[in-house]
């Protein structure tokens, strides 16, 4: 089974905000999920970010790929870390 860490589109029409998921990669959008990571609001005035950082980079190391949104935001909370020099 090959995951995907990508979000998840919850809310109602022109409020939606998304949580961050570990699903199949042959799922829908929002079909069946494996695990929640965290939840981001885009609304929000700042945007509100949250992530369970280990689980995260749990599931990173058991081969789970980010759809290239959930990476930009999982660097901005920390989870990939800044390269050795």
């Known amino acids: 089974m090959a995951t995907r860490i990508r979000l998840r589109r919850m809310g109602r029409k022109g409020q939606?905000?998304?949580r961050i998921v570990v699903a199949d990669q042959e799922s829908p959008r929002d079909g069946r999920f494996v695990a929640t990571l965290g939840h981001y609001?885009?609304?929000t005035?700042?945007?509100t970010l949250q992530v369970d950082a280990?689980?995260?980079k749990y599931w990173l190391g058991k081969g789970a790929t980010p759809?290239?949104?959930v990476r930009s935001l999982l660097k901005k909370a920390g989870v990939f870390g800044q390269r050795p020099a």
Do not use: S, V
Request: aromatic share 6%; hydrophobic share 20%.
């Open 54 to 56: 280990e689980r995260a």
């Open 41 to 43: 609001n885009p609304k």
């Open 45 to 47: 005035k700042p945007t």
């Open 67 to 69: 759809t290239d949104t």
């Open 16 to 18: 939606a905000h998304f």
